[in-house]
């Protein structure tokens, strides 16, 4: 028997080949055969597609009566090299009106061509209600029958044929409720993608369906299918919108990883989304957040869960950073087909410092620079009052017309005194509190320093902004009351400018009222005092984190750091003495930075481990946007890392590491390692730190790390 893969090479008329299987038909069933017809047309000598969809009639349907059609067929499916697909149906089918569904019938009444005998459904009645309803249950169906096909679709041929014929069910369906009635299968696929032009993968599937064999990923072949079914289903429903925003916290990734749970490893509330929603609240703004991170959704979860709810969010606010904004880009493209008129406002990091990039692709309609809790309450009054023109004039709003991007010089950074206590409830907290009780909290914005690699003074201001320590301690005192975590971590990026002022004003406020709390923060080392660490540890201070970046004072002096090294490593040790947790965070991979600058920054770990470092993050350089690094070297990334496999499985404390901090960096600014061997190198670093044991000739000891890794045999 010919592979179905391969039916596809007959180019002449399809009239023969019908006539042919009737005059089998007639010969074997005779006065048993009733009708033959087809809804293909017959004459189209253009059409991809070579198979013939045909419906046969018989008295009665018995098993011997299918294998004597199966064995026509499969004749006629070798002489011609075709692909026939017979629906058979038995005269008491056609008689009884629950056997056939109602969009058989409808599309068979309109588009079956006789052959042989007479359209059983000319004179059918088919009510248009009870047709819509069938409609939307069919395409509802075809996500579960694909869901039936997946564990057989890598292996088998025929599988992906027939999830490719689901999606074409549910499309036709479709096409139905809006009021194209089509039945060939590929005359289906370009009517949906001529007038839906938002889903290209149909095209794909509609070429897996002509040949399966020439799907790469049968993976991304099932996520597009189960994509298109649901998306045209919430399409059809077409809800009307509501004056609310709904602001996501960006999934990690379409589908969520079978064993990997993010925010197990990675906890970390979304600040900026809780800020902005609290404020807007405020303001009389109604909305919510879908934490898609934290419930580990997935891009095909969240749309389900916007899209399910009774009511539809007139603005859909999305947080990006240069790691997550290919996600961004695909949700925001998802919202947009299904309902086009939903406006997506796209914050964070990316949108700030990438503004061309984030609405590249015409789905964001404005991209907000800066903070965003002034410019998104301005865009939602406009919204809400009918008045989009008045966003033009929004500072921190930025938009694109005819190629040409207005306002992008126009950041807003907020006065930290006007904004309301965050409401943490509007969050997941059972699902942070299950994993981690922690809250999150700053105290200040902004920064004044020029690190190289480092986009935070672009993206939140040169000018430190910070809250008076009497309203920071009183906020800190309420989200503890009200929402009872275990410990609060301080998410600044300067909590120990001015040489630990506010920090020592916070503790000796925190110890005069006898308030009990546990607490992190990240500082710079040379701004905190002798004095400090003693006096954070009676304030409750449990885990203080440096960011370091290098070991060398050379690559301190390039990339602007500028730490005192000496100075850094007794900061380090005093503080690890007053029974502190201490963390360091370093980077590998500088343009131009030697096998012994590196060694430098290995051993410089492996030193501070000697004076009570106990834990340390080794980050892979990346010429994010908005970076110094990415202007000299001419290069930026926009992906940054990804995940790599191994680190997901690997119990480890590198890979727990690597999965937590490093990942696997999509391209290398250092010529002596490409990406890869840049991943392997922050290994060897996590190794290296783990058995504190310090690097005498990097090359040469990484060469062998490498070759034992390679082959497997390198475990911890």
Same mark, same amino acid.
């Not at 038909?25 to 809804?39: C, D, N, Q």
């Not at 990339?559 to 003495?577: D, F, G, H, P, Y």
């Not at 993050?617 to 070297?633: Q, Y």
């Given at each position: 028997?010919?592979?179905?893969?391969?039916?596809?090479?007959?180019?002449?008329?399809?009239?023969?080949?019908?006539?042919?299987?009737?005059?089998?038909?007639? #010969?074997?069933?005779?006065?048993?055969?009733?009708?033959?017809?087809?809804?293909?047309?017959?004459?189209?000598?253009?059409?991809?597609?070579?198979?013939?969809?045909?419906?046969?009639?018989?008295?009665?349907?018995?098993?011997?009566?299918?294998?004597?059609?199966?064995?026509?067929?499969?004749?006629?499916?070798?002489?011609?090299?075709?692909?026939?697909?017979?629906?058979?149906?038995?005269?008491?089918?056609?008689?009884?009106?629950?056997?056939?569904?109602?969009?058989?019938?409808?599309?068979?009444?309109?588009?079956?061509?006789?052959?042989?005998?007479?359209?059983?459904?000319?004179?059918?009645?088919?009510?248009?209600?009870?047709?819509?309803?069938?409609?939307?249950?069919?395409?509802?169906?075809?996500?579960?029958?694909?869901?039936?096909?997946?564990?057989?679709?890598?292996?088998? =041929?025929?599988?992906?044929? @027939?999830?490719?014929?689901?999606?074409?069910?549910?499309?036709?369906?479709?096409?139905?409720?809006?009021?194209?009635?089509?039945?060939?299968?590929?005359?289906?696929?370009?009517?949906?993608?001529?007038?839906?032009?938002? /889903?290209?993968?149909?095209?794909?599937?509609?070429?897996?369906?002509?040949?399966?064999?020439?799907?790469?990923?049968?993976?991304?072949?099932?996520?597009?299918?189960?994509?298109?079914?649901?998306?045209?289903?919430?399409?059809?429903?077409?809800?009307?919108?509501?004056? @609310?925003?709904?602001?996501?916290?960006?999934?990690?990734?379409?589908?969520?990883?079978?064993?990997?749970?993010?925010?197990?490893?990675?906890?970390?509330?979304?600040?900026?989304?809780?800020?902005? #929603?609290?404020?807007?609240?405020?303001?009389?703004?109604?909305?919510?957040?879908?934490?898609?991170?934290?419930?580990?959704?997935?891009?095909?979860?969240? $749309?389900?869960?916007?899209?399910?709810?009774?009511?539809?969010?007139?603005?859909?606010?999305?947080?990006?950073?240069?790691?997550?904004?290919?996600?961004?880009?695909?949700?925001?493209?998802?919202?947009?087909? $299904?309902?086009?008129?939903?406006?997506?406002?796209?914050?964070?990091?990316? +949108?700030?410092?990438?503004? @061309?990039?984030?609405?590249?692709?015409?789905?964001?309609?404005?991209?907000?620079?800066?903070?965003?809790?002034? =410019?998104?309450?301005?865009?939602?009054?406009?919204?809400?009052?009918?008045? &989009?023109?008045?966003?033009?004039?929004?500072?921190?709003?930025?938009? !694109?017309?005819?190629?040409?991007?207005?306002?992008?010089?126009?950041?807003?950074?907020?006065?930290?005194?006007?904004?309301?206590?965050?409401?943490?409830?509007?969050?997941?907290?059972?699902?942070?509190?299950?994993?981690?009780?922690?809250?999150?909290?700053?105290?200040?914005?902004?920064?004044?320093?020029?690190?190289?690699?480092?986009?935070?003074?672009?993206?939140?201001?040169?000018?430190?902004?910070?809250?008076?320590?009497?309203?920071?301690?009183?906020?800190?005192?309420?989200?503890?009351?009200?929402?009872?975590?275990?410990?609060?971590?301080?998410?600044?990026?300067?909590?120990?400018? &001015?040489?630990?002022?506010?920090?020592?004003?916070?503790?000796?406020? $925190?110890?005069?009222?006898?308030? #009990?709390?546990?607490?992190?923060?990240?500082?710079?080392?040379?701004?905190?005092?002798?004095?400090?660490?003693?006096?954070?540890?009676? +304030?409750?201070?449990? @885990?203080?984190?440096?960011?370091?970046?290098?070991?060398?004072?050379?690559?301190?002096?390039?990339?602007?750091?500028?730490?005192?090294?000496?100075?850094?490593?007794?900061?380090?040790?005093?503080?690890?003495? !007053?029974?502190?947790?201490?963390?360091?965070?370093?980077?590998?991979?500088?343009?131009?930075?030697?096998?012994?600058?590196?060694?430098?920054?290995?051993?410089?770990?492996?030193?501070?481990?000697?004076?009570?470092?106990?834990?340390?993050?080794?980050? =892979?350089?990346?010429?994010?946007?908005?970076?110094?690094?990415?202007?000299?070297?001419? &290069?930026?990334?926009?992906?940054? +890392?990804?995940?790599?496999?191994?680190?997901?499985?690997?119990?480890?404390?590198?890979?727990? &590491?690597?999965?937590?901090?490093?990942?696997?960096?999509?391209?290398?600014?250092?010529?002596?390692?490409?990406?890869? !061997?840049?991943?392997?190198?922050?290994? /060897?670093?996590?190794?290296?730190?783990?058995?504190?044991?310090?690097?005498?000739?990097?090359?040469?000891?990484?060469?062998?790390?490498?070759?034992?890794?390679?082959?497997?045999?390198?475990?911890?």
């Amino acid at each position: 028997m010919v592979s179905p893969s391969v039916y596809t090479s007959y180019c002449g008329s399809l009239a023969p080949i019908i006539d042919d299987f009737s005059k089998h038909m007639i #010969a074997t069933f005779g006065k048993s055969l009733h009708y033959i017809g087809t809804t293909t047309n017959l004459a189209d000598k253009e059409a991809k597609i070579r198979d013939i969809d045909i419906m046969v009639v018989l008295s009665a349907l018995s098993v011997g009566h299918i294998g004597y059609i199966w064995r026509i067929i499969t004749k006629l499916r070798v002489k011609y090299n075709i692909y026939l697909d017979v629906r058979m149906y038995s005269i008491d089918q056609i008689v009884d009106e629950s056997a056939i569904p109602l969009i058989n019938k409808f599309l068979l009444r309109s588009f079956l061509v006789d052959k042989f005998g007479i359209n059983p459904f000319l004179d059918c009645v088919i009510p248009d209600e009870d047709l819509k309803k069938e409609c939307f249950k069919l395409i509802l169906e075809q996500e579960k029958k694909i869901h039936l096909n997946i564990p057989r679709a890598a292996a088998n =041929p025929m599988q992906i044929k @027939e999830i490719a014929h689901n999606v074409f069910d549910a499309i036709r369906a479709f096409l139905l409720l809006q009021g194209i009635p089509s039945v060939d299968k590929e005359k289906v696929c370009k009517l949906f993608v001529d007038k839906y032009n938002s /889903f290209p993968e149909v095209t794909q599937i509609y070429e897996a369906y002509i040949d399966p064999g020439s799907v790469v990923s049968v993976a991304n072949f099932i996520t597009d299918s189960i994509s298109i079914v649901k998306h045209v289903y919430y399409k059809a429903l077409t809800k009307s919108l509501v004056d @609310e925003v709904l602001l996501i916290n960006t999934p990690s990734s379409v589908i969520p990883h079978p064993v990997d749970d993010y925010l197990s490893y990675d906890h970390n509330m979304p600040l900026g989304l809780v800020s902005i #929603a609290t404020f807007l609240c405020d303001n009389g703004i109604s909305i919510s957040i879908l934490d898609s991170y934290a419930e580990n959704l997935g891009v095909l979860a969240t $749309i389900d869960r916007i899209f399910s709810d009774g009511k539809l969010p007139k603005i859909i606010g999305l947080n990006a950073s240069s790691p997550n904004i290919n996600i961004v880009h695909i949700l925001a493209a998802y919202i947009k087909r $299904i309902n086009s008129e939903v406006v997506i406002v796209c914050g964070g990091p990316h +949108a700030s410092l990438a503004v @061309e990039h984030t609405l590249s692709t015409n789905d964001i309609d404005y991209a907000v620079i800066g903070e965003g809790e002034i =410019p998104l309450l301005e865009i939602a009054n406009a919204i809400f009052n009918g008045n &989009r023109e008045y966003i033009k004039s929004v500072k921190g709003a930025c938009y !694109q017309h005819k190629g040409r991007i207005y306002n992008i010089h126009s950041a807003i950074f907020t006065d930290l005194s006007i904004l309301p206590l965050p409401n943490y409830s509007l969050l997941p907290l059972a699902r942070y509190y299950s994993i981690k009780k922690r809250l999150y909290i700053n105290a200040t914005r902004g920064c004044a320093f020029n690190c190289i690699y480092c986009s935070v003074p672009k993206f939140c201001g040169r000018k430190v902004r910070e809250l008076s320590a009497g309203r920071f301690f009183s906020q800190v005192k309420d989200i503890v009351d009200k929402y009872k975590p275990d410990e609060v971590q301080i998410v600044d990026d300067n909590f120990s400018h &001015r040489n630990g002022d506010l920090i020592e004003s916070f503790c000796k406020q $925190i110890i005069a009222t006898d308030f #009990a709390i546990k607490w992190k923060c990240q500082v710079r080392a040379d701004q905190l005092t002798a004095k400090l660490p003693a006096l954070m540890q009676c +304030a409750g201070c449990f @885990e203080v984190d440096f960011g370091i970046e290098s070991g060398n004072s050379d690559i301190q002096k390039y990339i602007r750091k500028n730490l005192n090294l000496a100075k850094t490593a007794r900061t380090v040790e005093s503080t690890s003495k !007053q029974g502190i947790y201490t963390k360091a965070f370093f980077m590998l991979g500088f343009p131009g930075e030697s096998y012994g600058q590196m060694a430098d920054t290995i051993n410089y770990a492996i030193e501070l481990k000697s004076v009570g470092l106990k834990d340390v993050a080794f980050f =892979p350089v990346m010429p994010f946007p908005g970076t110094k690094i990415a202007e000299i070297t001419g &290069r930026v990334v926009y992906q940054g +890392a990804v995940m790599d496999e191994i680190d997901l499985y690997e119990k480890s404390f590198a890979a727990n &590491r690597m999965r937590k901090y490093s990942a696997k960096p999509e391209i290398s600014l250092n010529k002596l390692f490409d990406p890869d !061997q840049l991943r392997m190198l922050v290994k /060897f670093s996590y190794q290296r730190f783990q058995f504190g044991v310090r690097v005498t000739d990097l090359q040469k000891e990484f060469t062998e790390f490498s070759d034992l890794e390679s082959k497997s045999m390198y475990a911890v």
